[in-house]
C-alpha cells in the first residue's frame, strides 16, 4: 500500500498532537544534526521512540535540522520499514512470497481478518494487533509463514494461525490480571 506523499495541510495549519512529546526526539537530534546522511538514521530513532514516524516529528526535524520535508516524506514513504501511522503491539507479517503464495498464504490473511475484524494494514479497535501481508519473511522451508514480533510459525493453516493470536490475547490478559 503506497502512502500519498502529499501533504494535505500546510505548515501553519497543522494540528498538533497533545499526546506526542517532541522532546523525546531532542537527544536524537543532538546526535544526528550536524552528520551528513543523517536523515535516514533520524527517522529510524524517531520511530523508535514512537512505534511510527508522527506528522509533527517531521516539521520538527525540518525546523531544528533543517531536512526538507519532501526528502523526509519521500523516504519515509518509499521504504517499507517506515510507518506514518501508530501501529497494533503485535504485529502479524503473513509472507505473500512465492513458496507461500502457492501454500496459499491469502488463507492465513483472510482467517485473520475475518478472527481480528480488520483487513490487511490494519489496526485492531484495541491497537494489540496490526496486520501486513509482507513480500518475503525468508522461511520458504516453512511455508505458509507468519511472523509475530520475532517469533516465526510455520506450516499454518487458517485455523492455526488464528489460534496462535488467540494464544496471545490469552497471554496478554493473564498479564495484565
Known amino acids: 500500500m503506497r502512502i500519498n506523499r502529499k501533504l494535505n495541510k500546510p505548515k501553519e495549519v497543522i494540528e498538533i498532537n497533545d499526546e506526542i512529546d517532541l ?3 531532542n537527544p536524537l537530534i543532538n546526535i544526528y544534526k550536524t552528520k551528513k546522511g543523517n536523515l535516514i538514521p533520524l527517522l529510524q530513532g524517531v520511530q523508535s521512540i514512537y512505534g ?3 506528522e509533527e516529528a517531521f516539521y520538527k526535524l525540518n525546523k531544528d535540522v533543517g531536512l526538507e520535508l519532501a526528502a523526509m516524506y519521500g523516504v ?3 521504504y517499507s520499514q517506515f510507518r506514518l501511522n501508530p501501529v497494533g503491539k503485535h ?3 503473513v509472507c505473500h512470497g512465492t513458496a ?3 501454500q496459499n498464504a491469502s488463507k492465513i490473511t483472510d482467517a485473520i481478518m475475518d478472527s481480528l475484524k480488520i483487513n490487511d494494514g490494519e489496526t485492531t479497535e484495541d491497537n494489540m494487533f ?7 519473511l525468508g522461511c520458504c522451508s516453512l511455508a505458509p509463514v ?3 514480533g520475532d517469533e516465526t510459525y510455520g506450516k499454518l493453516t487458517g485455523k492455526s494461525s488464528v489460534k496462535v493470536i488467540k494464544n496471545i490475547k490469552i497471554q496478554e490478559s493473564k498479564a495484565n490480571n
Do not use: D, Q
Open 100 to 102: 507461500c503464495h502457492v
Open 23 to 25: 522532546s523525546l526526539i
Open 76 to 78: 519515509a514513504t518509499f
Open 91 to 93: 504485529i502479524i507479517k
Open 130 to 136: 496490526t496486520l501486513e501481508s509482507v513480500a518475503c
Open 52 to 54: 511510527y514516524i508522527p
Open 146 to 148: 507468519m511472523m509475530i
